[in-house]
């Protein structure tokens, strides 16, 4: 009998960097984190539309409530859906990140949420898997 999938939500990120470099920059330090599917600069704004499941939702909540501090933005806004049309689910990407970093280069250990809520970033190799 198969297991149900989790549920997944999409989420579709816009902010505002404060010049067209910062933004282009922001975009390609995000690009490999295993839970964006598109993510883009356009000139100073910033567009991102990623895939996850409830658990992780508070990272990019962070985001929207302090765009500064976390991703150096001016503004943000997430927009979240639980039906979007297509597609329905995507997993994680599958990426291994050198040097014992997330993609982004954050290194989990740092982070206060990791653990609880965060079980880490599933490319670093500080992922703590939930158990079956």
Known sequence: ME????????????GQAPSEAAAAKIAQVFADCPFVYFLS????????????????AWWLQAVAENPEITWGLVRA???VTETPAFPVRMEPRDFQS????????????ECPRYGNPCPGCPASPFFRAAPP
Do not use: I, N, T, W
């Open 3 to 14: 297991e149900p999938l989790s549920r997944q939500k999409c989420y579709l990120l816009l």
């Open 41 to 56: 600069s356009f000139g100073r704004m910033l567009v991102g539309v990623f895939y996850m499941e409830d658990e992780r």
């Open 77 to 79: 806004a997430v927009y």
């Open 98 to 109: 050198p040097g014992g970093r997330a993609p982004c280069g954050a290194d989990c250990r």
